[in-house]
């Protein structure tokens, strides 16, 4: 009989899987420092943000580290450092 893997809840999970539950697919503004990932994905309706995310370089499959939170949102993506406030970070979603 095969055995289907089903995802422990929170509540079950281990410290440092809730900790890689709660960091999936989520915005750069909700992780802590430290923690490492890929951009997923991009999500804004206005245009400028968009643009001015492109052209920092900050793209979807590019490896990213933030490394704190305060003052700003100081973030590593390609080697570049970025400071951006929270309006910016809760448009870009990581993947852990």
Known sequence: MKMKSVPL????????EAVRINTENTPLSSMEPKI??????????????LQKLMAMGVLPGMPVTLLRRKPSFLFEVDQTRYAVDREIADHIFVSC
């Open 36 to 49: 490492r990932g890929k951009i997923s994905h991009l999500e804004t309706k206005n245009p400028g943000i």
């Open 9 to 16: 809840s929170p509540k079950e999970a281990s410290p440092k």
